[in-house]
């Protein structure tokens, strides 16, 4: 019998993947799944897809308040914004959790009021593994953040060639795209399929989007850490800043994010192809979810749907002096349940890759 987990809000699209993942996890025992509206009802009449699998057959969800039940080693907290941060006040301290709401991913409280409702309720550690120096955090952390979605992709994206110093800071700009599970299950009518269907749609530009701090945020610290270095001269790090326009695309699942920044000139000449491709992959060599794909490959989102898997490629254009880098991801993958999951492993000292897969599915 392994560690016994809980899920929060497990009737979501993204606790529906954890369910999934959890399912067929060596190391982990399924605890109480908790819905607010859905307490009562079958897991398998919300997540038909779930029917059939021995670890919930026959299960229920449970009431709201069921996830801090005791004996459980581990809670994951899959609910909206606001709602994490009272929930985790009623677990003990030996109880571990990973949020994958936004309640404790941003330290800075007018950031976090700029996008969101209520009191700011502090940060927590981010539960992004392949950052440097995050697995040592995130192995003695009992309360861990994980990143939102669109967050992981630019951060992963943009991480390696900001902390090499190959862009400028100042001048980043993502266009991302995201399948309709990154709004969740609420009914709206814009989410409708006859309005999905054959249509691309930009949403919350001009740097309303609420994952803009995160990004800022990681790459700030990214920024911070490079100039600290004794080869940047202790010079401080410069402003981060970040133009997001997220973009709404006829998809189930999957975001694709485009990430450029003006190249940093080096001496008489700008950073080629070649340099951003290799501080991407000395950043993330031997990292098992990530794959800088061979030159002249484009990720794509089929190729990682349903995995823990970032695909990445890398160019730079000379002509106009800007880098880019592309990433694409499983929003209820790594951009949700599967980091989660991965976030749970180091915390509970299993294998990273427990559970977990970096191949997608195809067709």
């Keep these: 019998m392994g560690a016994r987990v809980a899920v929060a809000g497990a009737s979501g699209y993204a606790g529906g993947e954890l369910l999934r993942l959890l399912a067929g996890h060596p190391d982990l025992e399924i605890g109480p799944v908790t819905a607010g509206s859905h307490a009562g009802r079958a897991v398998a009449d919300i997540h038909p897809h779930l029917a059939g699998l021995p670890s919930l057959a026959g299960r229920t969800f449970d009431a709201a308040d069921a996830a801090a039940v005791p004996g459980c ?10 709602q994490s941060a009272a929930l985790a006040a009623g677990f003990g ?47 003695a952390a009992s309360r861990v953040a994980v990143p939102g979605c669109y967050a992981t992709a630019a951060i992963v994206a943009l991480t390696p060639v900001v902390a090499a110093g190959l862009i400028e800071a100042q001048d980043i700009v993502i266009v991302a795209a995201s399948g309709t599970s990154g709004a969740g299950r609420a009914l709206r009518p814009e989410l409708l399929g006859s309005e999905v269907m054959g249509a691309v749609s930009a949403y919350q530009a001009g740097g309303t989007h609420r994952h803009t701090p995160e990004i800022e945020q990681a790459l700030g610290e990214a920024a911070a850490a490079s100039s600290a270095a004794p080869s940047r001269g202790g010079a401080p790090p410069p402003a981060v800043s970040v133009s997001f326009t997220p973009l709404l695309a006829p998809m189930p699942r999957g975001i694709l994010a485009t990430c450029t920044g003006r190249a940093t000139p080096a001496g008489s000449s700008q950073p080629g192809t070649a340099q951003v491709r290799a501080a991407l992959a000395e950043a993330y060599a031997g990292e098992p979810f990530i794959c800088l794909l061979p030159e002249g490959s484009w990720p794509t989102t089929a190729s990682v749907a349903g995995s823990n898997g970032v695909h990445l490629q890398a160019a730079a254009d000379a002509r106009t002096g800007r880098v880019t880098v592309v990433a694409a991801i499983d929003n209820l993958g790594k951009g949700a349940a599967g980091q989660a999951v991965q976030n749970a492993n180091l915390m509970l000292g299993l294998p990273e890759t427990a559970g977990l897969t970096p191949a997608g599915v195809a067709p």
Excluded: C, M, N
Excluded at 74 to 79: E, G, I
């Design 93 to 139: 301290a030996d109880v571990k959790i990973v949020d994958l709401g936004p309640d404790f991913r941003l330290a800075d409280p007018s950031a976090w009021l700029r996008h969101y409702q209520g009191p700011h309720a502090g940060r927590w550690v981010t539960g992004l593994p392949e950052l440097p120096g995050a697995r040592d955090l995130l192995r």
């Design 73 to 82: 080693d581990l809670a994951f907290l899959a609910l909206p914004a606001g």
